[in-house]
C-alpha cells in the first residue's frame, strides 16, 4: 500500500506564511501526480494545487500568486509554500498522490493523507 504523511499545519496570523510538506511511501512504482486539497468546515473538498507528470502545475484560483507547490521525485514528497494567509484559507490540507504500485501486472494507486489542519487567525 501507499501512505501519505503530511506535515507543517498550524496556526499563523494573516499575512503569515507556512510550509505544508507531504512524503508518500509504500510499494510505489511511480507517481504521476502529488497534490493538495483543502475542505473547511461545511463545505466541499476542493483542490489546491498539484503536480501532474511532465511537471505541469494547477493551481486554484483563489490560491494563485500566494501558494505554490513543489515536488522532489527522490524523496517522494510535495510541498506547499502558503503564503499571504488570508482567513479564509483556514481549512484542514489534505495531500493526494496517484500512481501505480509494485506488482505484476502493476496495480493503480490513489492515496490519501489523514490531514493537517491549517488556521488563519488573530
Known amino acids: 500500500q501507499v501512505q501519505l504523511v503530511e506535515s507543517g499545519g498550524g496556526l499563523v496570523q494573516p499575512g503569515g506564511s507556512l510550509r505544508l510538506s507531504c512524503a508518500a511511501s509504500g510499494t510505489i512504482f511511480s507517481i504521476n501526480a502529488m497534490g493538495w486539497y483543502r475542505q473547511a468546515p461545511g463545505k466541499q473538498r476542493e483542490l489546491v494545487a498539484r503536480v501532474i507528470s511532465g511537471d505541469r502545475i494547477n493551481y486554484a484560483d483563489s490560491v494563485k500568486g500566494r501558494f505554490t507547490i513543489s515536488r522532489d521525485n527522490a524523496k517522494n514528497t510535495v510541498y506547499l509554500q502558503m503564503n499571504s494567509l488570508k482567513p479564509e484559507d483556514t481549512a484542514v490540507y489534505y495531500c493526494?498522490?496517484?500512481?501505480?504500485?509494485?506488482?505484476?501486472?502493476?496495480?493503480?494507486?490513489?492515496?490519501w493523507g489523514q490531514g493537517t489542519q491549517v488556521t488563519v487567525s488573530s
Open positions: 493526494n498522490a496517484r500512481g501505480k504500485m509494485v506488482g505484476l501486472p502493476l496495480r493503480d494507486f490513489d492515496s
